[in-house]
């Protein structure tokens, strides 16, 4: 095993020259390292990458430095000793390593990774980069569980390569690679980690899936992994295509992505309605409606013809008011948003302040936020951060505050004691 030629394929000019040409010339590289295999090898790679940077660059050329970032949950009874883990291995390889805490009073997985990212986000100045550690089997793995959920072609599309994230990169350089190679690339290195034990309970799915559904197909297609993972490419370039599509009809009828003329989109053929709807929810980081609310919410739009409805999912509503389609963010949104939307604030000072002291971000459309919670605090942080407030709480504000971002561009801030959007409207 120790032998296994597959190790080979991270070392081939092919793989360093792809990852060298998208990294560029960050200031600093951040690995993601959670102490499992996966990450210990990403580190080691990029240690090897920056030494044939090193190599390849002239002397006057700033190398970017490595910098190493491992968030522990405290929620994983071995999470100290994944902790010390990642000091010990960084102390090593001399890679400063930074540590963020996160304490959830109940653990929950998409949160925890939601504050993953949001951590990661925090750290990244311009330009910077961070590496995570998905592989190829990661994204066979989420292709299958997504199939399960019903997601249509951008739900299939996976995990990206690359992505902005905050004021720089986020990339996953090992995404065209099997988990295979990754272990005979870690033995071959003799290098050390951490079994996260958690990886072998079934009930989650990717655990299921991994274990007990994986094998089975590969005993029949033993490529699987690599046809699997070509679809999402495929997929990937579809999905592509569709927002340029979606952009391109937004842009025919409106500025906003949470407000348009209804009379502009009552005459649209469902498919491509559905379509225009879906893009406005994905670059306002909404969430998608079930397949039955969108076909309800096509049937409204088509049959009131410009009188008011409201359909909801989640803490969205789609409504038709005075002839213009809105779309907003009515409750309490994910960690995250909550949290970079904070941040874009004053970060030094709301590391200061006591967030709890806040309740909601209210609604958050593409030019300006409604926030809900205690006005004392809420002026505390936008008169710190000089961003003046409105307050009103009349649905006209809506209207003014588009018209005053289609005329001078400006981004302000609407706080409201009352944020029941269907009081305001009656
Ligand atoms: N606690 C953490 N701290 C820092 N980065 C993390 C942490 N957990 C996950 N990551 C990053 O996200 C990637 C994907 O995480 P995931 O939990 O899906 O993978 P994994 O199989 O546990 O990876 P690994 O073998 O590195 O632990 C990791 O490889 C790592 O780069």
């Known amino acids: 095993m120790k032998n296994n030629p597959l190790y080979i394929i991270l070392e081939s000019k092919i793989f360093i020259e792809k990852?060298?040409?998208?990294?560029g010339t960050p200031k600093i590289l951040w690995i993601a390292l959670s102490g499992g295999r996966d990450s210990v090898c990403l580190l080691y790679i990029a240690i090897k990458v920056i030494n044939r940077l090193r190599e390849i660059l002239s002397?006057?050329?700033?190398?970017?430095?490595?910098?190493?970032?491992h968030i522990n949950h405290h929620f994983h009874?071995?999470?100290?000793?994944?902790?010390n883990f990642c000091h010990?291995?960084?102390?090593?390889?001399?890679v400063?390593?930074?540590?963020?805490?996160?304490?959830?009073?109940?653990?929950?997985?998409?949160?925890?990774?939601?504050?993953?990212?949001?951590?990661?986000?925090?750290?990244?100045?311009?330009?910077d980069v961070i590496w995570l550690a998905h592989h190829r089997d990661d994204q066979s793995e989420t292709f299958i569980m997504r199939l399960m959920r019903r997601a249509g072609v951008k739900g299939l599309t996976g995990i990206p390569h690359i992505r902005s994230l905050g004021k720089g990169k986020l990339m996953?350089?090992?995404?065209?690679?099997?988990?295979?190679?990754?272990?005979?690339?870690?033995?071959?290195y003799n290098l050390n980690w951490i079994d996260d034990i958690s990886n072998l309970y079934i009930n989650f799915d990717r655990n299921y899936v991994r274990h007990n559904i994986i094998p089975y197909i590969k005993i029949r297609w033993p490529d699987a992994i690599e046809s699997l993972a070509l679809c999402v490419d495929y997929l990937k370039e579809s999905d592509n295509l569709l927002n340029c599509f979606a952009k391109d009809m937004l842009q025919a009828i409106s500025n906003?992505?949470?407000i348009i003329p209804i009379d502009k989109?009552?005459?649209i053929e469902n498919a491509r309605l559905k379509l225009l709807i879906r893009y406005c929810l994905l670059c306002l980081k909404f969430p998608m409606p079930p397949k039955k609310r969108l076909d309800t919410l096509i049937n409204q739009i088509k049959k009131t013809n410009g009188s008011m409805f409201c359909i909801r999912w989640e803490n969205v509503e789609a409504r038709c008011w005075r002839r213009i389609f809105f779309i907003l963010y009515t409750k309490k949104k994910s960690l995250s948003i909550f949290y970079i939307n904070l941040i874009k604030l004053q970060s030094s000072f709301l590391k200061k302040m006591d967030l709890s002291l806040l309740t909601i971000i209210h609604i958050k459309c593409s030019e300006f936020f409604f926030i809900n919670g205690h006005k004392r605090n809420i002026k505390k942080i936008l008169q710190f951060a000089n961003i003046p407030i409105w307050e009103r709480n009349s649905i006209m504000l809506l209207f003014i505050i588009n018209e005053l971002i289609a005329i001078i561009g400006i981004n302000f801030i609407f706080v409201s004691d009352n944020c029941n959007l269907k009081k305001l409207i009656i």
């Open 19 to 23: 990852i060298l040409q998208l990294l």
């Open 59 to 69: 002397l006057s050329m700033i190398l970017p430095k490595i910098y190493a970032i």
């Open 77 to 83: 009874k071995d999470a100290a000793k994944f902790e």
């Open 88 to 94: 010990t291995l960084c102390a090593k390889f001399n």
């Open 96 to 127: 400063p390593l930074f540590v963020e805490h996160l304490h959830l009073h109940k653990f929950n997985e998409n949160i925890a990774r939601e504050a993953r990212y949001y951590f990661f986000y925090k750290h990244l100045n311009k330009n």
């Open 172 to 188: 996953r350089p090992l995404l065209g690679v099997t988990g295979e190679v990754i272990n005979a690339y870690a033995l071959k």
């Open 256 to 258: 906003n992505h949470s």
């Open 265 to 267: 989109i009552i005459i």
